[in-house]
Every structure is written in C-alpha cells, then in structure tokens.
C-alpha cells in the first residue's frame, strides 16, 4: 500500500513532448499486414477496375481506337433492333423475377413456417438447380416442350422456342437463389411478434398479410432484384431455347462473338450493367434493413403443426420440387436415349463426345480442371484477402477500398466481365497480355465473377471469431501468420470449405463469362453445351450438361461427407 | 505480380497433369488453325495430319464459316491464326482482299483440278472439297401431317410447308450463304430476292449453323431442313428417318480451302499442312465426306445421297460473291433478321 | 523522454501514464488522462460502460493506441512501439481462447513461438497450470471447460511469458455471481504472490474495492477519483464517484455556513467545513449505513426523530426510509438485524436517528437528476 498516498498528478501542466501526436511504430506484422492487402488491392484493380475501364473505354471509341463519344449509343439507340430486345428482356425477366419470387416465397414460407415432413430432401431438391448449367434447363424444355417434346400438348399450341420456354428456364435456375434469400429472410422472425399478434385474436390469413409478409419484405425485394439481373443478363437459357426472340444478353454475345464487333457489344454491356448495378444497390439496402429487423432478444419461431396448412403445403412443394426432378429427369432421359425422338433404347452414344462439335472430354477435363484451380486459388485468395481486410490493423483507406472492391462483382454481370476481359487482355501491350487464351484467364474472371459471395462468406465466418485472437497474439509475440495458420484457418474450416464448392460448381457451370474467353486449348465443359446445342446435336450437349450437373452433385456430396468427417473430429472443440 | 502469376503456372501444369495424366510433348511445333470444318471431320484430319507429321500439332479453332470469317478480320492487326483450313473459298477471297494471305504453291499443286484453286500464282488458297446444299426431309413427320416430299427449291414456297422449314442464317454459315448466294445468281437479284422474301413466310427459324437445320429435321422437330449434303447423309445414316433431296433446280456450293496467314511465325509447320491438304492422303479423307474433291478421279458417292451432285451445281461465280458478301448479308439482316436464332 | 529515463530510480513509479488522451473523430474517448502506477500495483479502472476505461487500458498497452501522449513502462518510452515490442500480458472478457487448440497448447502458445526447446516449453506450462489449478485438463479444449476454468486458462496464457504487467479487462464479468465471488479472491493471490504489476478494467464496483490497491474510478474519459478502496468509498471526491461506489443518500441543499447547510427544512451541520458562500445550493450526501440509530443521545450533532417506512429484509440487514417529520426529508437507512431487534424498530414506529457531520459529504454542486 506503499503507493496509496502517492498524489495524483491530476490536470497538472503536461510536458510539451506529451501533448505531441502519438505515432506507433508498425510491427512486422503490420508490415506484413500492409504488404498483404495492398496486393490484394493491387490484384483486384487488375482483375475487375482495369477490365471493366477497358469497356466502359470500348464503349466510346470507334474501330481504330479514335474517341467517337457517344456515336454507338446514338448507333444503337437509333436500331429499332434495341427497342424491340430491350422490351423483349425486360419482359422476359419481369415475368420471370415475378413467378420465381413468387415459389420461392411459397416454398420457403413452407419450409420455414409449416410442420411439413422431409424438409431436408425439399432443401436439397431445391439447390438441384445451382448445380446445373442455366443451358440444361433449357435444352429439357426442348425435349419437354418441343415440337416433338413429351408434353407438347400442354402449351396448347404455344411454341417453346420464345418467352414461355425462356420464363420457364429462367425460373428452374433462378429458384434456387431467391429460396435462399427469402428462406433466409423468413427465418429471422421474431416469434413474439406472431404470438402477440394470436393473442390479439388475429386470423390466420390476417397475420400473414400485417406480420409475415413484412417481416419478409427486405428479403422478398432483395430477391426480387437479383432474380430480375440474374435473368436480364443470363443468356445461356434464351440462346437455347429463344429462338427469334431476341434479347439484349444474346445481343451482346451477336455483336461480339458473331460480328466481332466489339464496340457495340461494349454498348449493350454497358446497358445491361444498369440493373445490375441498381440491384446490388438495392440488395445492399434490403439487407442492412433486414438485419436491423431482427433484435437481439428475438425469439425463433417455432411452427405449429396445422393440419390442413401443413398438407397443402406439402402438395406445393412437391409440386415444385417435382417440376425440379421433372426437368433434370428429362435431360438425363434425353441424353441416353440413342436417336430421340425415333429410338429411345438407352445408349452412351450421346456420350462420345470426341466426334462431337465443342471439344470432345477434353473440354470437360478442361473444366474439371479449371473448376479444381478456380476452388484452390479463389479460396487462398478469397479467404487472405478477407482476413487482411478485417484483421489489418489502421490502414483504413486501403481497407476500405479492398472491401469496395470486393463486393464490386456482385454488380457486374457475368458477361460484361467477360468482355472486359477481352478488351483488357487481348491488348499485345498489356503486360498480361500472355494470360489471353490460356487457362489462368479463365481461373482468374471466374474467381472474380464469383468473388464477392465467397468474400462475404469468409468476412461473416472472420467476424464470429473472437476479435482479440490477433491482440492475444501480439501480446504473446506470436507472429500474426502463424495465428492464421494455427488458429484462423482451422476454425474457419467449415467455411472455407463452402467457399471452395461454391467457387467449384460455379466454375463447373459458369458461361457467361468465360464464353468470350476460352481458346482452343481451353474448351469447357459448359461451352461446349453450348456448342453443340448450336450445331444441332442437342442430345450430346444435353449429356454434357448432365456430365456437368453430375460432377458437381458428386463434389457436393464429398463436401458434405469432408464436413461431417471435419464436424465429428471438430467434435471436441466445437461442442461440450 | 509476375511471381504469383508464376506460381498459378507452375501448378497450372501440375494439376493438368494430375487430371489427365501426361500430355503428349510439348516439343512439337504447335499450329493454330482456324476452321470452319464439322467437329467430327476434324479428327480424322488431325489423325492423318499429325502421324504424316509427328513434329506438328494441329489446334483447332472451330466455328461457323461466319464467325470464323469475322474472327480472322477482326483480328486482322494481329492474326491469332497460322493456317486457316477448310474456310468457305469466298470467305478466304475476303481475306485475301485485306492481304491476309501468304502466296505458296503447296506440293502438288499441278495435280488440283483448276477450278479449285484461286486462279493467282503462286495460288493464295487452294480448293479442298465442295460442299453443296441439301434438304433433310422427314418422312415420319411429313407422314403426319400428309406434307409430301419437296423435289425444288419452288416447292418450299407452298403455304403446305409454313413454319415446317429452318435454314441455317446466311451472316454466320457459309451453308446459308451458299444457297442464298446460288439463288441470286440463277434467278438474278430481284426474283432471287422475291423469292427469299416467299420462302421466308414458311421459315420457323434461322439456325447459327448450317448442321443445325438437318439435325432438326432429323429429330422431327421440323420437317424440312435446309443443310448441305454431307451433314444430311450423317444424320440419315445416324438412324434419322430422313430422306436427302437435291433440289432440281441446282445446288449452291462453295469450296473448302486451305490458305496460309502471312503473319505466321511457324511458316514451315504452315506449309506442311498446306501441302497435306492438298495430298492424296487427305483428298480420300475428304471423299469419306463429299462427293467432290481437289484432286481428280478421287470423287465418291455419298450413300444416302441420291443423284449426280457435281453435274447439279450451279455454275458459281464466286467473285461475285466474295465483293458482294457484305452487301448481301447487309440486305438479308434487314430483311429477315426478326426469325434468326440467336449468335447470328 | 530520455531524460526521464535517467531520473528512474527505486522510487520510480513502474507505469507513468502522461496526457495520454484518445479522439475518434470528434468523440473524445479520454482526455488527457495522468496516472502513475507502483512496481506491484493492482490497480482498477472502474467507471460505467463508456467511461474511457477500456479504451485507456488499450492506450496503455498500444492494442488502440492513444492520440496523444505518453506511456512509459519502467522507465521506457513505450508510446510508439508496436504492441508485439511491448512486456504485458492481457486476458481478456471474452478470453479469447484458441477454441481448436488444447488448453495447454492455448497455455504454452506464447512460448512455442520462441523456439525454446520443447522440453523446458512443456516444464513450464505444466508449471503455469499447476499455479492456476488446471493441471488435470491440460488435453481438454477450451469448450469442455466451464467458464471459471476458461477464465483461469487465459489467466495462464497471458502470464507464461512472465511479462512485467498484466492486463485484466473485464475478466470475471462473462461469469456467474458465485464463481466471480472465487475467482476474486484467487485472482488477488496470484497477483501478490508473482508481485506482477496488475491494471485491471473493470464496471464491478465490488470487485475494484474487493481486489484493488488503488482504485482509479473513471467518467466521461476522465479520471475522476484515484485512491485506495478505503479512500473511494468513505470520501469521494465528486458526487460521481459518491453515487457510483456504494448506495448514497442524494440530498439537495443549502449552504447556511460554511459548516452548516439547510436540507428540505432540516438542518445539519457537516465536517470538514465548505469554502464557498452562504445560499450556494449543494448537493449532500450520505451512506444509508451511516445512519446511526443506536445510543444517538451521546450525538450532539444532527440528531433527529424520524419515522420508519416500509422495511425490507436483505437478508443481512434491513433497509428502510426513514421520514423526519416536520421536514420534507426522506432519509434511505441501512439498519443492522441486531439494532432492529434491540430497538424494538418497526414500521410506523418513531425512532431517534443521528446523521453524524463527518458522514455527510458536501459537494458544491446541484443533484443530477436520477
């Protein structure tokens, strides 16, 4: 007690050295840090800033490099052929965004609010979508639907080859994505609030409208917006089964790729960023408010079991989850069946895909390749990079800018990355000019495209972690990296592994992007579909959507079973 | 970035070799070529190609005669290409105009019929095979609907086809451009138009690519398509219940020809493929598909195909047609544009 | 600075905190805190959430470091060195346990990156779980164990490099009363038999007074009381810290003299006398427990009848308000079970009580309002 009496030097005059800023010395850790993340910067800039720059340039200048202002817009504007597509997409994609949103409210009310059997099997049938190229859909339609489908007589008529077989594919493969947004929406109620609503004597039907649907609303527009980008710049499915119906992601595609040119495609991909951009504006809103609509005190819902409810809920998803099984039944039929419509003995003859059009097994290794790279890399990188952004300490501006970064993918449609790709890289001055037409070109847009799910993913699993895990470190004068090693990374396990299948299936099916980007040597298994559904041999590009769709359930199952195996040896540390 | 990028090499190839096991050598001279030939003829191409030639390796850049040609004029400033092989002969006239090719007599040169060569010497491409118009028509489906079997390209004009005939788009296949180009050649450019303009009320589609319209027809899909005779005596001989009709009037063709691109930095791999293509070897491959060929008394007779096809062709101008490619093709987007499947 | 570091002797304090102050933005998180910490110390930050207390610890030890000036650890300018340069050891509120790793690879995760050999690393953490209780669970994983073992284990990660100073923030708060009550106590004796210079954070009033040697009671980013627990609690400097360490009496008064001062009609006199002008309005304060009801005729000061309110049991003593009639005083009384039985006090009974002056703090200042 030696120092009890000690007086207190308080508001006495500070010594002019004290009053001066504090500035601390950076450890190496912070070094390290630092380095890291201006890499990272450094590496998105290149991969997304600069190709993007590359055709917003495009956009404004004529076929010898000269600036030409707004000539192509003017160019374009005046075509009527843009008037009729731009009406044609907003068309096909409001339709779509309207009957997907409105299942996938269905089937995730159910999930979630109902005492429906076998919830497990409806939430694995209904991911079967996103395992799948957006081109399978369609090329079932075909068989379905088509002049010579299994159920012709249900379109009364109508043809396929148009809107009714675009909605109808958009839907299939946009289901996926809105079930989760809204599922996830859904899920956050808040039980006092229907119990409060009972107590008050409200109906069944009255709570849904003045509880349940505004309790959902963030989630049901947040869906609603990317459902509608996702179809507005998705043109794997109108390619297949459009047929004249022309709309502005196949625009693109003509100009390009058919007429090489590139400046009007630049045109049309900068129209489609659009709604793009104003959908990640509004999702970005949905969700802070979705967020801020859970309290922490809220108490889970648990649904009540209501007889009649419950079984009709049950028929809708079947319904749903039939009409899922229906489609990927159809195309798995189709590719087996040895001549179709004339002889439909089960055969592999579809599968002999060397004297096919679109590359042969080689574009399918190719893929299988190109999946494995993008999972590898994307998830070192991915997962670095979030940890560098939120664990690097100060350093703001750059932190921020990493994380605007970040999340810029998300704006930008699979096909104007593409694009800008080609602009960036097939420059012969460029310094990466040597990754045009190889394989890395494609790993590298492909982990961009899908960049910023998989960031959030990692920054959400980052942000459960204990944040004084690098302050503990520090103190300890354990070097930062081996704390990621040891520590970091080992917990984050389950998540890191969710990135890397999502980055893999989305490799597996991806074609908007990498359709502008694959050389010879390069073939995918996805473009490939493509392909041959143009040379008309539809059964082996069915087959090839099939191997794809294949592929990926498989590396979902064994990701399923390395997270059961990681959960039970996890067992001891993440359970009592 | 460079060290990074290394490293994404590095283990590039080592996953490729992990997933495919070892690749053939890399010491071989690599060509790329740029074609516009059917996936499944390329194989056998390659095959015989690469065992004459062990010390080349042939890589394929396969699309539509359309695409290809736009590809290779896009890339005009800096050609990807070393050899384009097995282009329609007015697209490689095309080329030809922005002097994209190399002037070289293949060996051989002497034996190729004259008409299927480009008349310059040295020649600046050389003719392969000819390839003509054919329709695929389904007896089973015809059947159904009692349509029967069109014998002219006047037939397809009857209201009894409408919306049962596809056509591959003329701006991406050189099958389509053939037939149109056959049409205003024989009936001169305002009846060939009118006619164009009939023919158009029974079209359900426009294809990308000139197989398309057959293998339709093929799977009943549609009852008559409008392809090329090789793609027709594949898909009958595939099981399809089809019957190939030549119409009476003539058949439109063009040629398959083999050009070496000037820029090339690999120019004796180049020429030894030039002059394969012009070898025996390969003129018997190409009868297996064609019923005409480069080389003389080499020609076969498709199987499935009925009738004289090389006394049926039209007498083709193909200068003609090489100057007027672009306003042709201008002229048909604006007119028919509405019903073109999509990449047109 | 170097010229300070000269000056240090045996006397030298081990911790000199000067200026030391923290902006964000336009908040101002501490402001220009001085304070001076013995070689050995157990020191306490205590204030409510917001206080600054935290962020000063953080200050201190460079984990957010300050924005102005300076820290030296035995005699060191420590202000601008990284934290990893730094001597201390920290458990934290949350522990902040590596939950993959085991407990004692947790223990020993300090010293296995030192490169020492695995033997002595090993020697010594059984020789750290040993001194915190653990050695039986040291291949157990921080999840197995229950709050008050986790809390112990982090204790022993932080002291493995035996660091000059250790850093407790919050540590008991994460754990329920019974165990906090334990840990206190085990907590103290560990820190008096290493001698290790202790700064603990903490809103517990009870666990600053019961483990401190100092307590440093913070508000607003400023300090507004430093003294012994003794000191706090029995004279505290501001209403602050009076109405934030133990139950007070909150009175609104005014200055009669500077010794006597007129309380809702009432009137006492208080001790030591106040500096300031008659009619000055005051603030005056008393302990519910330092109300006197026993043997109040030998009082000569402010002795008073008032009648008892509702009584409420807590258990080890009774609390009440005590009305002085006449007055509008409403007086919050702690009296002892053995009083109350003694006296014969119950509800509605009238009672002599005494305020005795050297119980009653005076501050120059209005009541806040509550």
């Known amino acids: 007690m030696a120092t009890a009496s000690r007086p207190l030097a308080a508001s006495a005059p500070l010594s002019e050295a004290a009053a001066r800023p504090v500035r601390q010395a950076l450890s190496r850790d912070d070094l390290v840090m630092r380095a890291g993340l201006v890499l990272v910067a450094l590496w998105l800039a290149i991969s997304i800033v600069l190709p993007v720059w590359a055709l917003l340039e495009k956009a404004f200048e004529g076929s010898e490099g000269e600036f030409v202002g707004l000539a192509h817009f003017e160019a374009y504007l005046a075509s009527p052929a843009l008037s009729i597509s731009l009406r044609n997409s907003i068309l096909v994609a409001g339709l779509s965004t309207v009957i997907c949103v409105t299942l996938a409210f269905g089937y995730a009310w159910a999930l979630t609010r109902t005492c429906i059997p076998a919830k497990g099997l409806f939430k694995a049938l209904a991911a079967v979508p996103i395992l799948a190229p957006s081109l399978l859909p369609a090329i079932a339609l075909v068989y379905l639907f088509g002049n010579q489908g299994l159920a012709r007589w249900a379109l009364l008529g109508h043809s396929i080859y148009g809107p009714i077989g675009i909605v109808i594919g958009e839907v299939f493969w946009t289901f996926p994505h809105a079930l989760i947004i809204v599922t996830t929406a859904l899920a956050t109620a808040d039980a006092r609030l229907y119990e409060a609503a009972a107590a008050l004597k409200a109906s069944r039907a009255r709570i849904f409208w003045t509880v349940t649907l505004p309790g959902a609303r963030y989630g049901l527009v947040s869906a609603t917006f990317v459902v509608f980008t996702l179809v507005i710049t998705d043109f794997g499915v109108p390619k297949v089964i459009g047929g004249s119906f022309n709309v502005l992601a196949v625009d693109v595609y003509k100009q390009v790729v058919g007429q090489q040119n590139f400046q009007m495609g630049a045109v049309v991909g900068l129209v489609l960023l659009l709604p793009a951009l104003l959908s990640f504006a509004v999702d970005r809103l949905a969700q802070r408010r979705q967020a801020a609509l859970l309290t922490a005190r809220a108490v889970p819902l648990e649904p009540k079991a209501d007889p009649l409810v419950d079984r009709l809920a049950l028929s809708f998803c079947s319904l749903v989850a039939a009409a899922i099984l229906v489609i990927l039944g159809t195309a798995i039929f189709a590719s087996l069946a040895t001549y179709w419509p004339y002889d439909l003995t089960p055969s592999f003859r579809n599968y002999d895909f060397d004297n096919m059009d679109g590359g042969g097994w080689e574009s399918y290794r190719n893929s299988l390749e190109m999946a494995s790279l993008t999972a590898l890399f994307g998830t070192a990188i991915v997962f670095t990079g979030a940890w560098l952004v939120e664990k690097t300490r100060r350093f703001a501006a750059i932190r921020g800018l990493v994380q605007l970064l970040a999340l810029l993918p998300l704006a930008i449609p699979g096909l104007v990355l593409g694009l800008g790709y080609i602009f960036f890289f097939v420059e012969p001055d460029n310094p990466f000019h040597f990754l045009y037409g190889s394989m890395a070109i494609l790993v590298v847009c492909t982990i961009v495209h899908f960049y910023s799910v998989a960031h959030l993913t990692a920054v959400t699993a980052l942000k459960q972690l204990d944040p004084e895990f690098e302050s503990v470190s520090a103190s300890l004068k354990v070097p930062l990296w081996r704390t990621f090693c040891r520590v970091t990374v080992p917990v984050c396990l389950p998540a890191i592994l969710d990135i890397a299948l999502y980055l893999f299936v989305n490799a597996m099916t991806t074609v908007s992007a990498v359709v502008f980007l694959y050389s010879p040597r390069t073939q995918l298994a996805s473009i490939a579909v493509l392909n041959m559904d143009d040379a008309g041999d539809i059964a082996p590009a069915a087959a090839m959507a099939v191997m794809i769709f294949l592929t990926s359930a498989m590396v979902r199952g064994l990701y399923g079973l390395a997270t059961r195996g990681l959960l039970a040896s996890a067992q001891a540390w993440r359970r009592r | 970035m460079t060290a990074p990028d290394h490293l994404v090499r590095i283990v590039l190839v080592a996953t490729t070799a992990l997933l495919v096991g070892t690749r053939a050598s890399q010491a071989a001279t690599e060509l790329t070529v740029y074609t516009a030939l059917e996936a499944d003829q390329l194989k056998a191409y390659q095959q015989a190609f690469e065992k004459a030639n062990p010390d080349v390796k042939l890589r394929w850049v396969r699309d539509s005669t359309g695409i290809v040609t736009a590809k290779l004029l896009a890339e005009k400033a800096n050609p990807q290409a070393d050899v384009v092989m097995g282009l329609a002969a007015t697209s490689l006239m095309l080329l030809d105009g922005e002097g994209l090719l190399l002037p070289y007599a293949p060996e051989g040169l002497g034996k190729v019929k004259p008409t299927m060569r480009d008349p310059a010497d040295p020649p600046k491409w050389v003719g392969m095979d000819v390839w003509s118009s054919a329709f695929c028509f389904n007896t089973v489906e015809a059947g159904k609907r009692g349509l029967k079997a069109p014998t002219s390209w006047a037939d397809l004009t009857d209201t009894a086809y409408k919306g049962q005939i596809t056509m591959p788009n003329p701006a991406s296949s050189g099958t389509g451009f053939l037939m149109v180009s056959a049409w205003l050649q024989t009936m001169g450019e305002e009846k060939g138009w009118g006619y164009m303009d009939a023919l158009h009320q029974n079209i359900a589609a426009y294809t990308h690519s000139g197989s398309k319209p057959c293998r339709q027809a093929g799977a009943g899909e549609y009852v008559i398509g409008l392809s090329f005779e090789y793609r027709a005596n594949k898909t009958k001989k595939d099981g399809a219940p089809i019957e190939v009709i030549l119409p009476k009037e003539g058949l439109g063709w063009d040629m398959e020809a083999t050009g070496i691109v000037k820029t090339t930095k690999k120019l004796e791999a180049a020429k030894k493929l030039a002059d394969w293509a012009i070898s025996e070897e390969a003129n018997r491959l190409y009868a297996q598909n064609f019923a005409i060929v480069a080389l003389p008394g080499i020609a076969s007779r498709l199987e499935h195909v009925k009738g004289d096809v090389e006394a049926m062709l039209i007498r083709n101008d193909f200068a003609w047609a090489a100057a007027n490619r672009e306003r042709i093709l201008a002229e048909w987007s604006k007119r028919y544009d509405g019903k073109s499947e999509p990449r047109s | ?370």
């Open chain 3, 1 to 370: 600075m170097e010229a300070q570091a000269g000056a240090v002797g045996p006397a030298a304090p081990f911790l000199r905190i000067r200026g030391l102050g923290k902006r964000f933005g336009g908040f101002t998180a501490l402001e220009r805190v001085d304070l001076e910490i013995g070689l050995g110390e157990f020191v306490a930050f205590l204030g409510p959430s917001g206080c600054g207390k935290t962020t000063l610890l953080r200050a201190i030890c460079g984990l957010d470091p300050p924005s102005e000036g300076t820290v030296e650890q035995g005699g060191r300018d420590v202000t601008g060195l990284p934290v990893s340069a730094r001597d201390f050891g920290i458990v934290f509120q949350s522990y902040a346990l590596f939950p993959n790793l085991t407990i004692r690879a947790n223990v020993g995760y300090g010293l296995a990156a030192t490169g020492r050999p695995k033997a002595e690393i090993a020697r010594r953490v059984d020789e750290l779980l040993e001194l915190v209780g653990l050695t039986d669970q040291a291949e157990k994983h921080p999840a197995q164990l229950s709050g008050g073992q986790q809390q112990r284990v982090a204790l022993a990660r932080a002291l493995a490099l035996r660091p000059a100073l250790l850093l407790l923030d919050e540590p008991l708060s994460a754990l329920d009363a019974r165990v906090r009550a334990r840990l206190r106590g085990e907590i103290r004796d560990l820190q008096r038999r290493l001698g290790i210079t202790t700064i603990m954070v903490t809103h517990d009033q009870e666990e600053a007074l019961t483990m401190a040697d100092r307590i440093v009671v913070m508000n607003h980013g400023r300090i507004e009381q430093v003294g012994t627990p003794d000191e706090v609690y029995a004279r505290p400097a501001t209403a602050f810290v009076a109405d934030f360490i133990g139950r007070m009496n909150f009175l609104e008064g005014r200055l009669l003299a500077a010794d006597r001062v007129e309380v809702d009609g009432a009137e006492l006199l208080f001790e030591p006398p106040l500096e300031l002008g008659p009619g000055a309005r005051v603030t005056v304060c008393l302990r519910p427990e330092d109300v006197v009801v026993r043997e109040v005729d030998r009082r000569p000061a402010n002795r008073l009848g008032a009648v008892v309110g509702v009584m409420e049991f807590i258990g080890n003593h009774f609390q009440t308000t005590l009305h002085v009639p006449g007055t509008g005083l409403d007086i919050s009384a702690d009296l002892s079970i053995n009083a109350v039985r003694d006296l014969g006090i119950g509800p509605g009974r009238t009672i002599s009580i005494c305020l005795p002056p050297d119980r009653l703090r005076v501050f120059p200042e209005p009541p806040r309002p509550s």
